[in-house]
């Protein structure tokens, strides 16, 4: 009997875990618990180009209508600088992180404050924190 060999593939968000374990269960429906967990799913999201979690995953009141990817984009790093709130019993929470990407092969970053927030009592999206403290997309 041939032994069946289970295909690992790292999750993008930079957890050192398995995308099974990691995002995808979030990708396939599964709720995220925490904001943070939210924020890395997002990101894997994005560098998997599934723009459709992206959107669902967008408070409706400061959601695009669309998002295109760049094809010449690709996101190739996550690191979690800080979060606060963002917890099971929490209402909102922020968290901070750098983003690494590759465009048309030069490298790059994106540094970013989020907000999230509990709408239908999941995690979502509400968007970046201006450097002057004010909440964007408001």
């Not at 010449?72 to 750098?98: I, N, Q």
Request: hydrophobic residues 35%; glycine residues 10%; aromatic residues 8%.
């Amino acid at each position: 009997m041939a032994k069946r060999t289970k295909t690992v593939t790292a999750c993008p968000c930079g957890r050192g875990l398995d995308y099974a374990e990691c995002c995808r269960p979030a990708h396939e429906g599964t709720a995220p618990v925490t904001a943070e967990a939210l924020m890395r799913s997002r990101y894997s999201a994005f560098a998997r180009d599934d723009v459709a979690y992206v959107l669902r995953t967008w408070h409706p009141h400061t959601r695009p209508a669309t998002v295109e990817p760049d094809p010449g984009l690709r996101w190739v790093g996550l690191d979690v600088l800080e979060s606060s709130g963002g917890g099971m019993v929490d209402a909102e929470g922020v968290v901070e992180f750098r983003a690494h990407y590759r465009d048309h092969g030069k490298p790059g970053d994106m540094l970013e404050r989020s907000r999230f927030v509990r709408h239908d009592g999941q995690w979502v999206y509400w968007g970046p924190i201006l450097t002057d403290g004010s909440l964007a997309n408001i």
